[in-house]
Structures are given as C-alpha cells and as structure tokens.
C-alpha cells in the first residue's frame, strides 16, 4: 500500500500539489495494474468463478469470486508482443495480424494492418501463424517445421528452419517465422497455461468448474480464442465463456482517480487476495514442461483440437 504523495514530492510535471494514488499491490508480481483491472472487471461482485488473465511480458491470472480471490505471475516472456522474434513488431500499421495456411499446398494468406505492405508480423499474427501452421502439419506438436513438404516456403534460412509467412518486395526482406521463434511462442504460452493449471489445481478445482474467463491488456484484446485453443495458450472451453475487457487497469486507474470510494474498494481487494509463488511451487515446472507442446501433451485436454487433427 505506497503512501498518500504529492506531485511535487515524485517529479509528476502537473500542479506539485497535487495528491497521488497509487493502487495497492498484491505480491511481487501482482502489482497495482491487476488489483485495478480486477476492480473494474467487476469479478470481486459476481458468483460466478472467474478467471482473469492479463497477457503480456508477465502473465497475470487472478481466479475466484465475490467471495475469494487468489493470484499468481507467470513469466511469459515478450513473444507475444512481437519482441524476441525476428520478424515480429508492434500492431501498427504494416503488422500481419491474422494468417490463413492451405492444408494442401501449404501457402499463406494473411491480413496487414492499415492494409499496405507488410513489415512484419505483431502478436496476435504470431499466434494465428503458429496455429495455421500447427493444423495444417507444417510443424509438429514439438514445434519443429517439417522439412519434408512440397512447398518452397518451408526453407533453411539463418537461424535454421524457417517458414515464409510473406514474400518481400521491391528490395523488402521475406517475413518468416522460425523454429527459434516458435520455441519461444511455445514457452510464453506453456508458462501462461501453467499458470493457469496450478491455480486452479491448488484449491482442488478444473477447468471445466470455469463459469467465465475475463481477457485484459491490449494483447488480449486481439486474442482470436479458436487460434489461441489449438496452440495451448488458453484452456479448450467454450468461446462464449470468453470476454474481452481492453485496458482494465487504465479503467480502474481513471475509476480510482474519480471516486473515493473505488478507492476503498481497490483497498478491499487487494487486502482479500491470495497471492500464490509459483517459483515456490515445484509443480510449476511439472506443468510447464507438460505444456511445451502443441497443444499439450495431454491431448485430452483439448478435444476440439484432438478432433481438428482426427
């Protein structure tokens, strides 16, 4: 809980009177940012069981209720906002963010931002390549491209095996996506799963008990939920259990500005949550390595993907 300050007394170029909350962290991971998209989420309020997920460098989960709220971190990495991949970038204008793969000839289709020439491919792009990619049998459950295939788009580039997502123009390199991108696309989303697993694991409950899961962050917003299903990074449940919510901690920030008594609420939620280590827990890494597969090694777990792939 940071103190009460002034403008002034933290170097905020506004009125140096001017007094500054901050929302209150939960652990070492779960900062102010979640405890306010929780609060403007509004699963402190409902019944229903609730998973909460913030996608971004750090996966934060919050689970529960009205009744109890518990959270954890989990290290995804920045895969999924398109750093630490060699063609990836921001969703702006030039990024692929959605591609299509033809299970026969193995050539991609794919949609740019801002509708001109492609730069490069952002988060959401990265993860609707690696699941075209993984149903048409261009890569294998392990995440390794098939050499074997009668494209030229599958090819041996500088980092070694490699798909061509676009070709390049007018002196423009290919984008591609490569086995060294695909390993860390699969880690980011077998740590976020994980998480996932372990919450609900610790208090004795599956994902089928999920009544809703709330999707935060500006990632998470252009999550297509069939795509991240068939590479693992979201439980096979239902769509219409799945909710986008934007930006929630900015909502909650403005909420907390405007009323006293969000404010007092943020307190109240903060000081009911549960905060869970998972670098404490050793089967953390028990369903992180189970994880590191397309979907899952637990191909049960999936039933919508077991029967895409007959």
């Excluded at 008594?261 to 050793?282: C, F, G, H, P, V």
Aim: proline share 4%; aromatic share 8%.
């Amino acid at each position: 809980h940071p103190p009460r300050m002034t403008a002034g007394q933290i170097g905020l170029a506004i009125n140096p009177d001017a007094p500054v909350y901050c929302a209150p962290s939960v652990g070492a991971y779960v900062g102010g940012d979640i405890v306010s998209g929780v609060l403007s989420s509004g699963m402190y309020q409902t019944d229903r069981l609730t998973l909460f997920i913030d996608v971004g460098t750090n996966g934060e989960i919050v689970l529960g209720n009205s009744d109890w709220l518990i959270a954890c971190a989990c290290s995804a990495g920045p895969a999924f906002e398109g750093a630490g991949v060699q063609c990836g970038m921001h969703a702006s204008d030039g990024a692929i963010d959605e591609v299509i793969v033809d299970s026969r000839s193995f050539d991609a289709t794919y949609r740019v931002i801002g509708e001109g020439e492609p730069k490069g491919i952002c988060g959401s792009g990265l993860l609707s390549t690696l699941a075209e990619m993984f149903v048409t049998g261009v890569v294998d459950k392990a995440g390794r491209i098939r050499r074997d295939l009668p494209t030229r788009r599958v090819r041996t580039g500088a980092h070694g095996s490699e798909y061509v997502v676009a070709w390049g123009r007018d002196g423009r390199p290919d984008i591609v996506l490569t086995e060294v991108d695909i390993n860390n696309l699969i880690r980011a989303k077998g740590a976020i799963y994980a998480g996932f697993s372990i919450l609900l694991r610790s208090l004795g409950l599956d994902f089928a008990m999920v009544e809703q899961i709330l999707i935060a962050g500006s990632f998470g917003q252009t999550i297509n939920i069939e795509k991240a299903i068939q590479i693992g990074l979201l439980p096979d449940l239902p769509w219409d259990k799945f909710r986008y919510l934007g930006n929630t901690s900015l909502l909650g920030a403005y909420q907390t500005l405007l009323c006293h008594e969000r404010r007092e609420i943020a307190n109240q939620i903060a000081a009911k949550m549960t905060y869970l280590e998972l670098s404490a827990d050793n089967r953390f890494m028990q369903e992180y390595i189970s994880a590191l597969f397309l979907p899952h090694t637990d191909l049960d777990a999936f039933p919508s993907v077991k029967a895409l792939l007959g």
